[in-house]
């Protein structure tokens, strides 16, 4: 499972659950952040999330854009 949020929201407790990524549909031009758990409270003290731009419909990731939580 992928837990899919808008990155212009900034709220990751709100998001999209799919099984696979190529069934996800994204905005042209939207970036997204992806994860594969739900709860984010579990993690270390800080972990990093790719960010994906969405293309043709498709999610593509980024090379060097992260998003940082605490």
Do not use: C, W
């Amino acid at each position: 499972m992928y837990y899919i949020s808008p990155l212009k929201t900034a709220n990751l407790s709100i998001s999209r659950m799919v099984k696979r990524l190529k069934d996800f549909r994204s905005a042209e031009g939207e970036q997204y952040v992806v994860r594969k758990k739900a709860d984010l409270s579990d993690a270390e003290t800080f972990s990093t999330l790719p960010v994906y731009m969405g293309i043709d419909g498709k999610l593509k990731k980024e090379k060097d854009h992260y998003v940082m939580i605490f």
